[in-house]
């Protein structure tokens, strides 16, 4: 019984450490395109053209 005494804590401090890493992911813009970046790797033009940088693809107000 003693082991769930360090178990439990120790799984939610992992279970912390996975959510934080998550929202640290969503705000650094981790997901914006990934089935994009998933084709552009089969596209030839990537040998010959580097990728646009997403971030200066915003649409205009």
């Known amino acids: 019984m003693t082991i769930l005494a360090l178990l439990i804590p120790a799984s939610l ?5 996975a959510l934080l890493a998550f929202v640290w992911m969503l705000r650094h ?6 089935q994009g970046e998933a084709m ?3 596209d030839d033009r990537h040998d010959r053209e580097p990728a646009a940088d997403p971030r200066s693809r915003r649409s205009p107000d």
């Open 29 to 34: 813009d981790q997901f914006e395109d990934p």
């Open 40 to 42: 552009r790797i089969l």
């Open 13 to 17: 401090a992992l279970g912390g450490l």
